[in-house]
């Protein structure tokens, strides 16, 4: 167990829909990623939050949006969805902003179907 | 932009065989780190090594060893001592410490490789 959370486990909604996936970070941690692992595309890197702002952005869709609150958590939206958004969505968690290359521990991720 | 290169699909060995794992990475940034994750059936995340690209010196976990060749950027990971919880997809990662987009940029991955180990 990472201490990495992520709600929902799966996922299963149709094509133009909205959706939220949840992520809270392990305790201390004041950054979270996110990453989507497709069969197609492999795992790709989307975006990054530090201490509640945006710090790194990836290959992520414009349909897609994400936010960290607060309290730490980040939810990641994705909105007109398509059936090539199924996929597994992870969330990673590390204590800095990634200078010093410090490890990224991942959540259990979100199974993400679209039909 | 960042590219790594896994150049094994999927191997095969037996338990107790000792393994290795290819990765090549192509990048212009002098400052990055590399790690190898592993991915059981789970489809957990799982950290298996990591090493700083400034250290000569390859980093080591109990059965896990890297050989990192930063002229030829190369980062190869050997299991000695296989074992059949060792069968999972295993990743090659790559992290510049780009300062342009005001921070550290997330994971690079490779394709992966499936790793089965025989009884």
């Known amino acids: 167990d990472s201490g990495v959370t992520q709600t929902p486990k799966h996922l299963i909604t149709a094509t133009g829909q909205r959706v939220t996936l949840r992520c809270s970070p392990r305790?201390?941690?004041?950054?979270v990623y996110w990453y989507q692992q497709s069969l197609d595309q492999g795992l790709q890197f989307l975006i990054q939050?530090?201490?509640?702002?945006?710090?790194a952005k990836g290959n992520i869709l414009e349909r897609f949006s994400a936010q960290q609150f607060p309290d730490l958590h980040s939810e990641l939206n994705l909105s007109s969805l398509e059936l090539g958004d199924s996929a597994l969505y992870f969330c990673?968690?590390?204590?800095?902003?990634?200078?010093?290359?410090?490890?990224?521990?991942f959540g259990p991720g979100t199974r993400l179907l679209v039909l | 932009a960042q590219t790594v290169t896994q150049s094994q699909p999927e191997m095969s060995v037996q338990e107790a065989e000792t393994v290795t794992l290819s990765c090549t990475y192509d990048?212009?940034?002098?400052?990055?780190?590399l790690f190898w994750y592993k991915q059981p059936p789970s489809r957990q995340m799982i950290l298996v090594i990591r090493?700083?690209?400034?250290?000569?010196q390859n980093a080591t976990e109990n059965r896990f060893s890297v050989n990192f060749q930063k002229a030829a950027k190369s980062f190869s990971l050997k299991i000695s001592d296989s074992q059949l919880g060792d069968t999972a997809m295993y990743f090659c990662?790559?992290?510049?410490?780009?300062?342009?987009?005001?921070?550290?940029?997330?994971?690079?991955f490779g394709k992966g490789t499936h790793l089965i180990i025989q009884p």
């Open positions: 990673a968690s590390s204590f800095s902003e990634g200078l010093a290359g410090e490890t990224q521990y």
């Open positions: 305790s201390g941690d004041l950054s």
């Open positions: 939050y530090y201490n509640g702002e945006e710090r």
């Open positions: 990048t212009s940034e002098s400052n990055y780190y």
């Open positions: 090493q700083e690209a400034y250290k000569q």
């Open positions: 990662a790559f992290m510049a410490l780009s300062y342009s987009g005001g921070g550290a940029d997330g994971l690079t």
